[in-house]
């Protein structure tokens, strides 16, 4: 049973960084392209940063850019998204995903699995 498990969320001021985890079982991970999506009450799904199978593409929403980064470890099963000078408009529930031999799809439909999402507040 593949699960997909994030952690560190929490409410931060404005300006402040936090960084979310996502720990991935039941799959072979080194297989998979991991995603960060984000969804905002009233809003749609969102798309924020991907990695590939390889980790060798990275994309990032525009927004995001600069601001935040998104890594993997492999050997633990674990990807991360370290975020700064977060804003109040970064303020959503953070959902990480996993695309089967994926290259970083922008496209929510493009992933197999999802993981139940962490909340990310951020105060002005």
């Known amino acids: 049973q593949v699960q997909l498990v994030e952690s560190g969320g929490g409410l931060v001021q404005a300006g402040g960084s936090l960084r979310l985890s996502c720990a991935a079982s039941?799959?072979?991970?080194?297989?998979?392209?991991m995603g960060w999506f984000r969804q905002a009450p009233g809003k749609e799904r969102e798309f924020v940063a991907a990695?590939?199978?390889?980790?060798?593409?990275?994309y990032y929403q525009e927004s995001v850019k600069g601001r935040f980064s998104i890594s993997r470890d492999n050997g633990a099963n674990t990807v991360y998204l370290q975020m700064i000078s977060l804003k109040p408009e970064d303020t959503a529930v953070y959902y990480c995903?996993?695309?089967?031999w994926g290259f970083g799809s922008q496209s929510k439909n493009e992933y197999d699995y999802w993981g139940q999402g962490t909340q990310v507040t951020v105060s002005s």
């Open positions: 039941g799959l072979t991970f080194r297989n998979y392209a």
């Open positions: 990695i590939s199978w390889t980790g060798g593409r990275i």
């Open positions: 995903a996993a695309d089967r």
